[in-house]
């Protein structure tokens, strides 16, 4: 059974930010950040306590080159299990990025020039996956009190992880820079990411962990909900008449 104690602590990863979920003798990562971050978090798991073997699961949230790039080594190096949705598989062995189109318009510029480095930014080393998921899976198989859930959007495969005491870590679904929008700049499906946003006002999470930025109160995600849902809802149904 797993036990409720666990500590969540937020790894600077370059642009993006990976978090450890850990207690004395064991833990889980969520993500990997980028190519090259291996040494930045077998560092961090020694500064903890915890030695390499002792990261038993890599959750990847979806697989872009700043979340997945050190999955690999990360794995040659601590023998941790990886695990992935099922419609991005394919996008891990390869080790392949695609960029997904932009929700508003900055977003759209940064996308079309990203688009003609793609080759060059987008790969990372390819890795094989241990465990898929299709919709759901339990934490509780790694001693841990969580629950990691599809909520497809920003790519196909985009999965969050909500923890017991309330704290979602969102990988790319939520994003919590200052000053800005929590709806995600880019979104391979746009009307998916909305009815993921929707499940996410459904679970109650207490805290929202984003990969890019600084945590973020649910209250302030309920706050951006519904003005999210009018103006990126016409959008996404402006695109399905297309």
Not at 123 to 152: C, M, N, R, W, Y
Not at 159 to 165: F, H, I, K, T, Y
Not at 188 to 214: C, N, T, V
Request: with cysteine; glycine share 10%; charged share 25%.
């Amino acid at each position: 059974m797993a036990q409720d104690s666990y500590t969540i602590h937020r790894l600077g990863l370059s642009n993006v930010a990976a978090y450890l979920i850990f207690r004395p003798g064991e833990a889980i990562l969520v993500d990997s950040g980028n190519k090259g971050s291996e040494d930045t978090i077998l560092k961090l798991l020694k500064r903890l306590g915890l030695e390499p073997e002792m990261l038993k699961l890599l959750i990847l949230t979806h697989v872009h080159f700043d979340h997945a790039g050190s999955a690999q080594r990360l794995k040659e190096l601590s023998d941790c299990k990886i695990m992935v949705h099922q419609s991005e598989e394919a996008r891990l062995r390869e080790g392949k990025t695609p960029i997904p189109a932009g929700t508003r318009w900055k977003a759209k510029i940064l996308v079309w020039m990203g688009r003609i480095f793609a080759r060059r930014i987008g790969s990372f080393p390819g890795a094989e996956p241990d465990l898929v998921v299709t919709d759901s899976f339990d934490l509780e198989e790694f001693g841990f009190p969580g629950k990691v859930i599809h909520t497809p959007g920003h790519t196909r495969g985009s999965m969050v992880v909500l923890m017991s005491g309330g704290e979602l870590i969102g990988g790319d679904t939520i994003f919590g820079l200052e000053g800005k929008q929590h709806f995600p700049p880019f979104a391979e499906d746009l009307s998916a990411l909305l009815r993921s946003w929707e499940l996410i006002r459904d679970l109650q999470a207490k805290m929202l962990y984003p990969a890019h930025g600084r945590r973020f109160s649910f209250d302030s995600f309920l706050a951006e909900f519904e003005g999210a849902m009018l103006r990126y809802g016409k959008k996404a149904r402006k695109s399905e008449r297309k």
